[in-house]
T-cell receptor
Framework: DAGITQSPRHKVTETGTPVTLRCHQTENHRYMYWYRQDPGHGLRLIHYSYGVKDTDKGEVSDGYSVSRSKTEDFLLTLESATSSQTSVYFC?????????????FGAGTRLSVL | QKEVEQNSGPLSVPEGAIASLNCTYSDRGSQSFFWYRQYSGKSPELIMSIYSNGDKEDGRFTAQLNKASQYVSLLIRDSQPSDSATYLCAVVRNYGQNFVFGPGTRLSVLP
């Protein structure tokens, strides 16, 4: 998975609890992304980062926050988890931005919010 | 209208046949196009990228792009059971940063 580690791989939590997912890369790539994947919707971008402490919102950012204090780590936080955030979360990295950036994906985190 | 559309399938083809997967997109200014393959329970992996009109071949895979008609396709020749997966089309908008993925087409190659 292109030097990308997501943790945890599986998590079950309760509505209203905070949850943090971690993406760690060993490629020293500048760009990192968080997606969620749900049946019928494909992959949807939550947030992305174009450098340390530089982040921006994606298509479905409500209810999520991110932080990137080091090049290798990109954290996704659900401040107060809801059942609608039950999903599979993928982290992706890219060496470059721009229109020809190729993204490489981590193995994913399966999150269930009860 | 969704930004990127694909037939959800399943598309079933016999082993050895050509599988044809199609994708249409709505943003006429889109610049870059990608095909990812995703096995059940796994992460997406890149198969092809294409940036210019025409065909691009890589082994058994050919990507075709027609910007005027706003579609991109993926042909898989000599399909194998191991090609059975969901194929995701991704489009990068004209301002370059964000991928927009289609919902994917599930391909089943029958032995």
């Amino acid at each position: 998975d292109a030097g990308i580690t997501q943790s945890p791989r599986h998590k079950v939590t309760e509505t209203g609890t905070p949850v943090t997912l971690r993406c760690h890369q060993t490629e020293n790539h500048r760009y990192m992304y968080w997606y969620r994947q749900d049946p019928g919707h494909g992959l949807r971008l939550i947030h992305y980062s174009y450098g340390v402490k530089d982040t921006d919102k994606g298509e479905v950012s409500d209810g999520y926050s991110v932080s990137r204090s080091k090049t290798e780590d990109f954290l996704l936080t659900l401040e107060s988890a809801t059942s609608s955030q039950t999903s599979v979360y993928f982290c992706a990295i890219s060496p470059t931005g721009g229109s020809k950036n190729i993204q490489y994906f981590g193995a994913g985190t399966r999150l269930s919010v009860l | 209208q969704k930004e990127v559309e694909q037939n959800s399938g399943p598309l079933s083809v016999p082993e050895g046949a050509i599988a044809s997967l199609n994708c249409t997109y709505s943003d006429r200014g889109s610049q870059s196009f990608f095909w990812y393959r995703q096995y059940s329970g796994k992460s997406p992996e890149l198969i092809m990228s294409i940036y210019s009109n025409g065909d691009k071949e890589d082994g058994r895979f050919t990507a075709q792009l027609n910007k005027a008609s706003q579609y991109v396709s993926l042909l898989i020749r000599d399909s194998q059971p191991s090609d059975s997966a969901t194929y995701l089309c991704a489009v990068v908008r004209n301002y370059g940063q964000n991928f927009v993925f289609g919902p994917g087409t599930r391909l089943s190659v029958l032995p």
